[in-house]
């Protein structure tokens, strides 16, 4: 019993924080005359995904169907997280500050390869590209 507590808890803490995320990402970079549309659009995607849910469990509702519909949401899971994945990739060029994790992990040389990185990235106008960009 305690085992499926804390899993809906953390699933739970985990959807609030993609929740929060969502809303950052969406105030930050869509231009707010389209904010609206894109919040209806979004809104729009999660109604039709819920009803695929539903839909599903309809379709399959015996108990030995489960590991079919578990496979169809481990399969969505990961289909969002390598979106996101891209997502982060394309506005930052990377996924990871590997710079920050080598400093935590206490990896020599880590600090003077990002100072070579960050002078031989250049924006525009010359200036060094700013690549602390936080996406939560």
């Known amino acids: 019993v305690i085992l ?6 953390g699933a739970r803490f985990g959807l609030w924080m993609f ?9 930050e970079r869509v231009v707010e005359e389209e ?4 919040s209806g659009v979004m809104s729009s995607m999660n109604s039709n995904m819920d009803m695929l849910h539903y839909i599903l469990v309809i379709l399959a509702p015996r ?6 519909l578990a496979l169809v949401s481990v399969v969505m899971v990961t289909s969002g997280l390598l979106m996101y ?5 394309k ?3 990377h996924l990871f500050h590997f710079s920050k994790l080598c400093r935590c992990f206490g990896v020599k040389g880590a600090s003077a390869r990002n100072r070579r990185h ?3 990235t250049r924006g525009r106008g010359g200036a060094a590209s700013d690549d602390t960009t936080t996406l939560v």
């Open 4 to 9: 499926v507590v804390v899993g809906v808890i």
């Open 19 to 27: 929740d929060l995320s969502v809303s950052q990402l969406v105030q």
């Open 35 to 38: 904010r609206g549309v894109v």
């Open 63 to 68: 108990p030995q169907d489960f590991r079919y």
């Open 85 to 89: 994945a891209s997502y982060v990739h």
């Open 91 to 93: 506005v930052r060029g």
């Open 118 to 120: 960050k002078h031989s």
